[in-house]
Each structure stands twice: as C-alpha cells, then as structure tokens.
C-alpha cells in the first residue's frame, strides 16, 4: 500500500452538526446543545484456556452510555424529572445527531439513539459570577441505529498484507 494522507479538508468541523430529541409525541430541535459524546463498550469476560498462561477475552453484552453539556435554557428535560418524580413514570426518549460538513468528501453520519433516559441534571441554577449558563447531563441508551454512514476516504481500503 503506497503511502496515502487524508486531506485537512475531509476533518468534520466542530460545530457543523444537528441534534434532535423525540420525546413523547414531540420532535425538538436541540439548538440548545453545546456537545454530545456517545459511548458503546462492551461488556467482556475472562476463558480460561487450557495450555495457556495468558486469559482470552469474549464479548459478553454491551452498553450505551451518553454524556452532553447543554445551554442553560430550556425546561423540557427537568419536566421530564418532574414527571418521574410525581408519577413514578420513566421517560425515554431518542437522540438523532448528525454530523455534516458538506466540505468534506465524507459526506454525513447519522446515528440514532434509542431508548435514551436521564441518569441526572440540574434542576435549578445560577451562578452570579459567571457569564453563560450551561449544564451537564448523563444517561444511557439502551440501543442504536446507524441510519446513514460516512463515505470511505480515499486510500483508507486496500488490500490485506499476508
């Protein structure tokens, strides 16, 4: 495989993306979002092999967790505490993100998260020596689609060596 380089061109820039919620019967525009970060790990256990000193490893489940920052200025998410703390109901709920920055040669990734729900989140704030105010939230998923991938850079697929 000749050497091949990435072009600075086909780097996603940052803040060319869209977040959306589905909460309830409702689709929110989540212009408030400041970053999103979704993490899938799996779970993995320990084989014993016989004959060997060392331990294997195997796939045993996986899951979804999400972490954000948002601005500071929308109720929905706390009237979803509000909610649960009255009724006992949970709420789940999805997360659509989508990555594009149409200079790239990538093209979009859109990935779909399911069955989302609150791990925590602020209730009430304020902080009179600051200058924005912004909020962290955490929860987990409990799956996930990936509706629409990014192309292939060019050079990244070649042939396997062996």
Known sequence: MSDVYMKASDVLFA??????ATI???????????NLEATFKKNKVEVAI??????????????????????????????????YKNTGTDIYFDIQIV?????TKVEKQEVLLKECNLDSLIIAKFDAD??????DIEGTFD???????????EGMIG????
Do not use: P
């Open 130 to 135: 600051g200058e924005l105010l912004e909020e």
């Open 159 to 162: 042939q396997a060596e062996g």
């Open 24 to 34: 309830k019967d409702k689709r929110y525009n989540f212009v408030n979002m400041k």
């Open 99 to 103: 990555n594009e920055d149409k200079g």
């Open 50 to 83: 016989l004959g060997k000193t060392g331990k294997g490893h195997k796939s045993a489940g996986w899951e979804g967790t999400f972490k954000a920052t948002m601005y500071y200025n929308s109720s929905v998410m706390r009237k979803m505490a509000e909610e």
């Open 143 to 153: 799956d996930f689609e990936i509706k629409t991938g990014f192309k292939d850079l």
């Open 15 to 20: 803040s060319e993306a869209r977040c959306y």
